[in-house]
């Protein structure tokens, strides 16, 4: 059974705040992927891993293949990170099963 | 560099009727992928192609979904007959490989009444 559970779905963060996202999934993966949609619908690919740490700005993304987990950080998180952030993982490169979000909201 | 282009932006219509969303993909990317997001939902892929080839389309309703990548370029996603449930924003992306990330299009918001 492939799933991807994130967790929260629903987070509230005051800007400056260290922001932790949760990403669970139930079988081994080709690789993990971070998005992130704006209000209106667009999606962005934030990171694309298959083991370790990336690191992109004030975005920090790590993975634990044996655990079957990942996280996306923010650090000094500001209101325009205010966004749904998706996590996707692909098994062979194809078969991508998406989470359902997490919305982000982080107040001035 | 050009985006992933889709169109219609917004499309209306009856259930009964048919419609059809075209994207054209970055220039050089093989992989295209054809996603279906409901409200409040992560996006479901229908549709995998690597170049004019499918790799995965396990999730497509082919009753009533079907999609072309003739060329290996841009592609079509058609409906026919829409249900109420097929309302849905439509991605489409693309990726240089299946290895590299995907970048979407602005999508297609269909209303089916």
């Known amino acids: 059974k492939n799933e991807v559970e994130q967790s929260p779905q629903n987070l509230t963060a005051q800007e400056g705040e260290f922001i932790t996202i949760n990403c669970s999934y139930s079988?081994?993966?080709?690789?993990l992927h971070w998005l992130q949609q704006h209000p209106g619908g667009g999606i962005v690919s934030l990171f694309m891993?298959?083991?370790g740490k990336k690191k992109h700005g004030r975005l920090i993304a790590t993975i634990n293949i044996q655990e079957k987990h990942s996280s996306l950080h923010i650090t000094a998180s500001h209101p325009r990170d205010s966004a749904v952030y998706i996590c996707?993982?692909?098994?062979?490169?194809?078969?991508?099963?998406f989470g359902s979000g997490t919305k982000l909201n982080v107040k001035p | 560099e050009a985006g992933v282009a889709q169109s219609p932006r917004y499309k209306i219509i009856e259930k009964r009727q048919s419609v059809a969303f075209w994207c054209n993909p970055i220039?050089?990317?093989?992989?295209l992928y054809w996603y279906q997001q409901i409200l409040g939902q992560g996006p479901k892929l229908l549709i995998q192609?690597?170049?004019?080839?499918?790799?995965?389309d396990s999730q497509l309703p082919k009753d009533r979904f079907s999609a072309e990548r003739l060329k290996g370029v841009d592609s079509t996603l058609k409906i026919q007959p829409a249900k109420l449930e097929d309302s849905a924003v439509y991605l489409c992306?693309?990726?240089?490989?299946?290895?590299?990330?995907?970048?979407f299009g602005a999508g297609t918001r269909l209303s089916v009444l």
């Open positions: 079988v081994g993966i080709s690789a």
């Open positions: 891993l298959s083991s």
């Open positions: 220039s050089g990317h093989a992989t």
């Open positions: 996707a993982v692909n098994y062979n490169f194809n078969k991508f099963y």
């Open positions: 192609f690597q170049n004019n080839g499918v790799v995965d």
């Open positions: 992306a693309s990726s240089y490989d299946v290895k590299n990330i995907q970048y």
